[in-house]
T-cell receptor, first 116, second 113 residues
Framework: SAVISQKPSRDICQRGTSLTIQCQVD?????MFWYRQQPGQSLTLIAT?????????ESGFVIDKFPISRPNLTFSTLTVSNMSPEDSSIYLC?????????????FGSGTQLSVL | AQSVAQPEDQVNVAEGNPLTVKCTYS??????LFWYVQYPNRGLQFLLK??????LVKGSYGFEAEFNKSQTSFHLKKPSALVSDSALYFC???????????FGSGTRLQVQP
């Protein structure tokens, strides 16, 4: 299994500011992802964090709004830039771990963001 | 493109009765199928997955799911529900090799004592 530490666990931010969320994994993992869960809704993939190269963003998400860093195989950050109330969501880091038949997608506990 | 449908927003069942949470999927290749559970104020927890092999997959906490290729379904089941099973359940799918998951809208399971 993989233990994922995500910080902060929650924050309340002002409109127009930016927040950087950190995701630390206790082992080296090849693939890391960032998801968003808006209030009362399902999870939506924001991007795949690629080690040593630019993140791969899903449709509707752009690098200027959600810049992602992945400096090594155990750490990634997601920044929510120029926030508006519509960005209020839970942001979750996830990783793929385990080999072959044991491969699973693990999730951090999430960052609950409220934008005023 | 891949997609997942969970047709029921909520499922209500009495404790001790069997439960089923429905899921259908659409992918272009061979599907990897997953069920996750989310308890209040907690992250997602993995329940079970299907990649290949037996159509009936057994997972955590007594849950199981049946893969039906002809109906493109992956319904979650449990023979005897517990009040503690009350939570939000997500079905998810990825196609071969992609790893990133597409989630369904979620089904809230309410087990009444």
């Amino acid at each position: 299994s993989a233990v994922i530490s995500q910080k902060p666990s929650r924050d309340i931010c002002q409109r127009g500011t930016s927040l950087t969320i950190q995701c630390q994994v206790d082992s080296q993992v090849t693939m890391m992802f960032w998801y968003r869960q808006q209030p009362g809704q399902s999870l939506t993939l924001i991007a795949t964090a690629n080690q040593g190269s630019e993140a791969t963003y899903e449709s509707g998400f752009v690098i200027d709004k959600f810049p992602i860093s992945r400096p090594n195989l155990t750490f990634s950050t997601l920044t929510v830039s120029n926030m508006s109330p519509e960005d209020s969501s839970i942001y979750l880091c996830s990783v793929v771990n385990g080999g072959a038949e044991n491969e699973k997608l693990f999730f951090g506990s999430g960052t609950q963001l409220s934008v005023l | 493109a891949q997609s997942v449908a969970q047709p029921e927003d909520q499922v209500n069942v009495a404790e001790g009765n069997p439960l089923t949470v429905k899921c259908t999927y659409s992918v272009s290749g061979n599907p990897y199928l997953f069920w996750y559970v989310q308890y209040p104020n907690r992250g997602l927890q993995f329940l079970l997955k299907y990649i290949t092999g037996d159509n009936l997959v057994k997972g955590s906490y007594g849950f199981e799911a049946e893969f039906n290729k002809s109906q493109t379904s992956f319904h979650l089941k449990k023979p005897s529900a517990l009040v503690s099973d009350s939570a939000l359940y997500f079905c998810a799918v990825s196609d071969t090799g992609r790893r990133a998951l597409t989630f369904g809208s979620g089904t809230r399971l309410q087990v009444q004592p």
